[in-house]
Nanobody, 122 residues
Framework: QVQLVESGGGLVQAGGSLRLSCTPS????????MAWYRQAPGKQRELVAT???????NYADSVKGRFSISRENGKKTFYLQMDSLKPEDTATYYC????????????????WGQGTQVTVSS
């Protein structure tokens, strides 16, 4: 059972920066995409950013130009760099790996991190 371990959340003032990390507990043989989602109290979970296995990144309109998703070579830890943070970015952030396989013969499935809290004060 693969676990996605998140870190990097915290409290920051508006205009500040944070970097979130997500590290799988096992070797990743292949995957379709890595992503970051967020969920604010009383709201639905929303997609923030994705990066494909080919390295193509996409962002929600609300974070374009401020957030950047990246991953290490070897497909292990991936990151969400968050700059120019706003109070409306306050949420629990979850990492996600879609169709992850740990070996050539294993089945694929989607995994979620446990969530890390990001709070931006005004």
């Amino acid at each position: 059972q693969v676990q996605l371990v998140e870190s990097g959340g915290g409290l920051v003032q508006a205009g500040g920066s944070l970097r979130l990390s997500c590290t799988p507990s096992e070797y990743i043989f292949s995957f379709n995409a890595m992503a970051w989602y967020r969920q604010a109290p009383g709201k639905q979970r929303e997609l923030v950013a994705t990066i494909s296995s080919f390295g193509t990144a996409n962002y929600a309109d609300s974070v374009k130009g401020r957030f950047s998703i990246s991953r290490e070579n070897g497909k292990k830890t991936f990151y969400l760099q968050m700059d120019s943070l706003k109070p409306e970015d306050t949420a629990t952030y979850y990492c996600n790996v879609d169709r992850l396989r740990t070996s050539a013969w294993g089945s694929s499935r989607t995994y979620w991190g446990q969530g890390t809290q990001v709070t931006v004060s005004s």
